[in-house]
C-alpha cells in the first residue's frame, strides 16, 4: 500500500517539476509547482514528518505561491518557454547536463555503502516529526538556528519592501534609503493626505 | 519503500531544478526553479531524518523552507523593482549590475 502512495506521489512530484520548467506560460508554472509541492508533502508524510508535510502545504503552496501569484499577475509572462530566442545548441547542453548530474547523484546513491539505506529506516518511535517534537527542538538543540531565522525573515521583509517600493518616475529618479524611512523624510511622503492608503504609494508616476 | 527510492527521486527533482535554471531565461521561471532544487534537497534531509531516526533533519529541512521563503521575497521584489524601471525581464539581457 505504501509502495503505491510512494509512486503515485513520487510520479506526480516529477511530473510537476518537469511541468514547471517546460511550460511556457508563467502562470502555468506557478500552477505546476503548486501541484508539485503537494505530491511533494504527500511523500513527505510517507517519511513520517507530518509537522514539515503540514508547513510544507501551509507555507510554500499557500504563501509562498500567492506571491508569485501576483508577481506574474502584476508583470505578465512574456517568455516562450524552452522554444525561446536562446540557440538550441546551448540548450541541448544545459539538458546534457542536467542528465549528467542526475546520473552522477544515482551512481553516488546506488554505488554508497551506506547500509541504512536499504532499509525501510529506524523504527518508528511515536514522538517522531510530530509538532510537539519538532517545537522542543526548535526551542532547546537549535534555539539559536531559530532565532537567526526569524531575524532573517525580518531583514528579508523589510528589504522587500524598499527593493518594490515605488520610486518617481523616470526623468528624477529619487533614490529612497533605509535612511529616509527611518527619520520619516518626506521623500517618502506621498501627496496624499496623511492617513490613508494612498499615502503608502509613494509619490505618482510623472 | 526502500530510503533510496526517496533519495533518486529527489535526485531527479534536483536534476529537473538545474535543466530549468539553465534553460529558462525568465527570473520568475528562475526563482521557481530555484525552489525545485531547494525542495529535491529538503526531500533527501527529511529521508535521512527517517533513515536514521532522529528529528534533525526535518528541523534542517524546516529551516530551509524559511531561508527559501526570505529569498522569494527579496527575489519578487528585485524582478518588481526590475519592471518597474521598464527594463527587460530576461536574464540575458540584465548583464550589467548598474541600474
Known amino acids: ?206 | 519503500m526502500n530510503i533510496t527510492w526517496y533519495l533518486v527521486v529527489s535526485a531527479l527533482i534536483f536534476s529537473t531544478g538545474v535543466g530549468g535554471v539553465l534553460t529558462r531565461r525568465n527570473p520568475l521561471v528562475i526563482l521557481l526553479c530555484l525552489e525545485l532544487m531547494l525542495n529535491g534537497a529538503n526531500l533527501s534531509l527529511v529521508a535521512f531524518a527517517r533513515a536514521h531516526g532522529n528529528m534533525d533533519g526535518q528541523i534542517f529541512a524546516l529551516v530551509v523552507m524559511v531561508v527559501a521563503a526570505c529569498e522569494v521575497a527579496v527575489g519578487l521584489g528585485l524582478i518588481v523593482a526590475i519592471f518597474r524601471r521598464r527594463l527587460p525581464i530576461d536574464v540575458d539581457e540584465l548583464r550589467e549590475l548598474q541600474g
Open chain 1, 1 to 206: 500500500m505504501a509502495g503505491v502512495i510512494f509512486f503515485i506521489a513520487a510520479i506526480g512530484a516529477v511530473a510537476g517539476a518537469v511541468g514547471t520548467v517546460v511550460l511556457r506560460n508563467p502562470f502555468h508554472s506557478v500552477l505546476s509547482l503548486v501541484c508539485h509541492l503537494i505530491f511533494l508533502a504527500m511523500l513527505f508524510l510517507l517519511l513520517r514528518a507530518e509537522f514539515v508535510a503540514a508547513a510544507q502545504v501551509i507555507v510554500y503552496a499557500g504563501a509562498v505561491m500567492v506571491l508569485y501569484v501576483f508577481v506574474v499577475g502584476y508583470i505578465g509572462g512574456m517568455e516562450p518557454g524552452l522554444a525561446g530566442k536562446t540557440g538550441p545548441g546551448i540548450r541541448a547542453l544545459s539538458i546534457v547536463f542536467a542528465l549528467a548530474l542526475f546520473v552522477e547523484l544515482a551512481i553516488a546513491l546506488i554505488g554508497s555503502a551506506v547500509s541504512a539505506l536499504d532499509t525501510e529506516g529506524a523504527p518508528y518511535q511515536r514522538p517522531f516529526g510530530e509538532p510537539s517534537e519538532v517545537g522542543k527542538q526548535f526551542l532547546t538543540t537549535y534555539l539559536i538556528a531559530f532565532e537567526v531565522a526569524s531575524l532573517l525573515l525580518l531583514v528579508a521583509a523589510v528589504g522587500a519592501v524598499i527593493l518594490a517600493r515605488r520610486r518617481a518616475g523616470l526623468g528624477e529618479p529619487r533614490e529612497l534609503e533605509v535612511r529616509d524611512l527611518l527619520s520619516g523624510s518626506h521623500l517618502t511622503q506621498g501627496e496624499a493626505e496623511e492617513g490613508t492608503l494612498l499615502e503608502a504609494g509613494g509619490p505618482p508616476h510623472v
